[in-house]
């Protein structure tokens, strides 16, 4: 191998070296480009590098809202079925709503009177707003809407009211319409009382500490009249005899 040769093959070397370097060179960029890009698309893909949160995106087509478990909402819509019902005079409606039908509507002699019924409930009853109903009672057995007590009074006369409207479950579970009152109450006559002593009989008289829907008043018989009927219950217990159902509420179904 003569000299010439020598440094040709040693040129070629060196080109080959400075190739094999450049290909390196590019690779190793290459690589590093592709790790910069495609790592945060690969952490973002990844619910357990993102603290745990997974984006979600719910789609509910054709979904209605679902109805709410709230008793007073529950116990209003029942009463606004039971209105309807009264409204058109369809009976058999009432009868599906209510938990026991008034004994005029149960004898064909008295369809009139009947008649006469549903049309006043359906009046008193519309007057009735939602948002009064302050108070809601409301176990498994029962629930009573009760608005806060207003007072009324003339020149005679004062009163002490409120609204109230009780529902019971039925065997089955499903709440049914009792009572309603749009002014339960009491009037009394003014006479030489003073206004103090005319407040205070009237809070006497209409008192529910025990909230079970019947004042504690009439819980303690204070109000019969001789030869009435009249089961003590006590005015401290919302459930005096224990079986679940709160006294003003066995009152009316026994009623
Ligand atoms: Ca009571
Ligand atoms: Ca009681
Ligand atoms: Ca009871």
Redesign the pocket.
């Known amino acids: 191998m003569n000299h010439n040769t020598k440094k040709i093959l040693s040129t070629v070397m060196l080109v080959l070296v400075v190739i094999i370097l450049a290909i390196f060179a590019f690779k190793y960029k290459s690589n590093f480009s592709s790790t910069a890009t495609t790592t945060p698309t690969v952490e973002a893909n990844n619910p357990s590098d993102n603290g745990g949160i997974v984006e979600i995106n719910p789609q509910f087509p054709g979904q209605t809202l679902p109805l709410s478990n709230d008793p007073k909402d529950i116990a209003w819509a029942v009463f606004q079925k039971y209105l309807n019902y009264n409204k058109d005079l369809n009976l058999e409606g009432v009868r599906s709503i209510v938990y026991k039908i008034a004994s005029v509507c149960n004898d064909p002699k008295t369809t009139i009177d009947c008649k006469a019924r549903m049309n006043s409930a359906y009046q008193y009853g519309s007057a009735l707003k939602k948002e009064n109903f302050v108070n809601v009672w409301n176990d498994k057995k029962q629930t009573i809407l009760v608005t806060d007590f207003w007072t009324e009074e003339d020149d005679i006369s004062a009163g002490r009211f409120r609204a109230i409207i009780f529902f019971v479950r039925d065997e089955s579970g499903s709440l049914k319409l009792l009572s309603f009152s749009p002014f339960k109450g009491v009037t009394t006559g003014k006479s030489i009382a003073s206004k103090k002593e005319i407040d205070d009989r009237l809070i006497i008289y209409t008192e529910d500490n025990d909230q079970d829907g019947i004042a504690d008043y009439e819980e303690q018989c204070l109000g019969a009249t001789e030869g009435q009927t009249c089961t003590k219950t006590n005015p401290k217990l919302r459930?005096?005899?224990?079986?679940?159902?709160?006294?003003g509420?066995?009152a009316l179904m026994n009623q």
Do not use: R
Request: charged residues 25%; hydrophobic residues 25%.
């Open positions: 459930d005096t005899n224990g079986n679940g159902l709160w006294d509420v066995e």
